[in-house]
């Protein structure tokens, strides 16, 4: 890998400080006008520099002296600033473990000094895939929030922030995670997931209630949990004699003389991607607004613990840690499908479903074979723009229906019709071909194959999956008999992001074979490359490889042609009144109301199945958190005996 040139460097430089710096101006202007131009800048710089950074990777740019001391400053900074926060709503244990950080910080510091002079940020194919995910999908989000914001602070609560607060965390947050997944530095690393949970619990708590408050302080003590671990990653990887690199961390001579601070890490990754049991901070943020709900929550914030478990496969793949982190993903993916089911909010089914959809791609991390790595990438890459779009659907209609309930968004349709239609292709490409979600949970399966515990998770994750999402289209392509369909009214940067996201959605399941064909699966070949892969891993990936090649034209002939006939008849066929046991009653108005018996006036009930006895969160959770945590408890116990 070349290291990077002037130009290179400025690049990457500008993609973590650029945004942050214009969101301070964003902060600092009161005219909602130019703040629009300046976070619209925001937007189209990062994405620019986004695609500017993947086309001249891959490189390594070395940081001076003067990062190290800085980097030192800043970790303090940090940590002051959430003892602070604790402080000042007299949380304890906020203040109790930013205490123990900074102890550990100083004892770091004290014994290994400041940071190396040659750790410093590299752009390779992860980073690259993470860098564009967080700079187009993250920028379309902020596009978005600009009219969003506008509508919500009219009838947001009266305690609301500014949104010139909200759009500097906002933008920022972009900044934050570039640095995030391009530094090969472990306190680096720290620093900005620091700043990320401090973004996020700012957001969160934007509107300043109560609700807002309360759950904005329980996602900075349980993300609080990860960066404890994570220095405490950092200093016992320092009292092993390492260089305080990732990259040092992971191409170890002796990986399992490091299990724990891989461990320490892996805790880390697994409490800012929500996994069981730490799910309840994620949960909590939907109270948020819908872009936090979109940007922090599908598609980046979450994406980092993902994306630093992935980083780390290669070092604990040939350890006991392997399986274990594949049971606890497994674990997590099939729990949480199975809550969402019982769930009517529409932003905790997905919230749901983002911890579902996380915990798969922890669990084939965990899976020593370049195809289940492969998936993991596939379902990292696609979810992440099906989500922020259904996310973005999620907020127009809540703020035109004034309700988050699926049971209220009967009709809508006929109300939202571009909006609805937008949402049920989100849904489609989060369960259907030729989408890569899809691709990506039938390669999970086929990999793990050989693991039957694990494989039945995998399957019973994926059916349950399937039935919330199929559910949920039901309810909103319900309606009663209309000649005519509205013509929504939004700002046009909600109009275009919701445009552009959902046709990035087709395009890309338009594309998906040559998606994993050409740029995932070289990828995952490549981190694997290190590893002894499982017998018969090699000839798993070639078959698979076959049936795609010849499976998936014919998939996307199908698809073609249903598009077109739709587009076709679209506005042609005769809508007649439905049959509802009886004659229809008088106007087209009332056309759930039909005669029964004896001429009475009867009106058709449509119900969600829900099935709360079985699958109510309460009920749930009271049992998977305890086994998650023995889980979590036999990863310290599996290192012990070694």
């Known amino acids: 890998m070349s290291t990077g040139s002037e130009f290179q460097s400025g690049v990457l430089l500008a993609i973590i400080a650029g945004p942050i710096l214009l969101g301070m101006a964003a902060w600092a202007v009161r005219a909602g006008r130019i703040r629009n131009v300046i976070v619209m800048a ?31 400053a800043l970790e303090f900074g940090v940590i002051a600033t959430v003892a602070a926060i ?43 895939v993470l860098v564009l995910i967080i700079s187009l999908v993250g920028s379309t989000i902020v596009v978005f929030a600009i009219g969003y914001m506008h509508r919500h602070e009219h009838h947001a609560p009266p ?26 530095s472990l306190k680096w690393l720290s620093i900005f997931w620091e700043c990320t949970t401090l973004c996020s619990f700012f957001l969160i708590g934007h509107d300043r209630t ?30 092993d004699g390492g260089n305080g690199t990732i990259s040092g961390l992971i191409h170890s001579s002796s990986p399992v003389a490091l299990l724990l601070p891989i461990l320490l890490l892996l805790i880390a990754a697994f409490t800012k991607s929500a996994q069981l049991p730490f799910q309840s901070w994620l949960l909590g943020a939907m109270v948020a607004p819908t872009p936090v709900s979109a940007l922090l929550h599908s598609s980046t914030m979450v994406k980092a613990g993902s994306y630093l478990v992935l980083r780390l496969a290669p070092a ?42 996380l915990g798969l791609i922890v669990a084939c991390a965990g899976i020593n074979s370049p195809l289940a790595y492969t998936a993991a990438l596939i379902i990292l890459v696609y979810h ?21 309930n699926i049971d209220d968004m009967s009709g809508i349709m006929f109300k939202m019709p571009m909006t609805t239609t937008i949402a049920i292709v989100g849904m489609i490409s989060m369960m259907a071909p030729p989408f890569g979600m899809l691709v990506g949970k039938w390669m ?26 199929a559910k949920w289209m039901g309810r909103i392509t319900t309606t009663s008999y209309h000649e005519h369909y509205a013509i929504e009214s939004m700002p046009l940067t909600m109009r275009g992001a919701l445009i552009l996201l959902g046709t990035a959605v087709v395009v890309a399941g338009a594309g998906s074979m040559a998606v994993y064909k050409q740029w995932l699966q070289p990828i995952a070949v490549n981190a694997l490359a290190n590893v002894t892969a499982q017998p018969g891993s090699e000839a798993l990936m070639k078959s698979v490889d076959d049936y795609m090649s010849w499976a998936m034209y014919p998939i996307l002939a199908v698809v073609a042609i249903v598009g077109l006939a739709s587009m076709i008849t679209w506005g042609k066929t005769k809508v007649r009144l439905p049959f509802l046991c009886g004659e229809n009653v008088g106007s087209t108005s009332k056309s759930f109301e ?49």
């Open 384 to 404: 992440a723009v099906s989500k922020a779009l259904l996310f973005l659907c999620v907020g127009t209609i809540e703020q035109q229906i004034g309700s988050r």
């Open 210 to 239: 109560v609700e807002a408050r309360q759950n904005a302080r329980r996602a900075l003590v349980i993300n609080m949990i990860g960066g404890v671990a994570m220095t405490a990653a950092a200093v016992a990887f320092a009292h």
């Open 42 to 72: 925001a937007a189209v710089l990062t994405a620019s520099l986004g695609i500017l950074l993947a086309r001249g990777g891959p490189f390594v740019v070395e940081a001076g002296p003067w990062a190290g001391h800085l980097a030192t």
């Open 444 to 469: 999970a399966i086929v990999a793990v194959a050989h693991t039957p515990a694990v494989l039945m998770l995998f399957i019973l994750g994926s059916a349950l999956t399937v039935f919330f999402w």
């Open 316 to 357: 604990f793949q040939d350890t006991p840690l392997a399986l274990l982190v594949a049971l606890a993903g497994g674990f997590t993916f099939a729990v949480t499908s199975a809550i969402a089911i019982s769930q009517n909010n529409a932003k905790k089914v997905l919230a749901y479903s983002t911890i579902a959809n």
């Open 86 to 128: 604790g402080f000042r709503f007299r949380i304890w244990t906020l203040i109790g473990m930013s205490l123990l950080q900074f102890a550990m910080a100083g004892y770091e510091l004290f014994h290994s000094g400041p940071e190396p002079a040659g750790a410093g940020f590299v752009l390779d194919s992860l980073s690259t």
């Open 594 to 642: 039909f005669r029964s018996l004896m001429d009475g006036k009867n009106t058709a009930q449509v119900t969600s199945y829900y099935f709360a006895p079985w699958f109510g969160e309460t009920i749930i959770t009271r049992w998977a958190n305890p086994v998650a945590f023995l889980i979590l408890i036999s990863f310290f116990a599996r290192i012990s005996l070694i």
């Open 159 to 184: 305690t609301a922030a500014t949104n010139g607060r909200f759009f500097f965390f906002l933008t920022g947050f972009l900044g934050l995670m570039n640095g995030l997944v391009l530094t090969d």
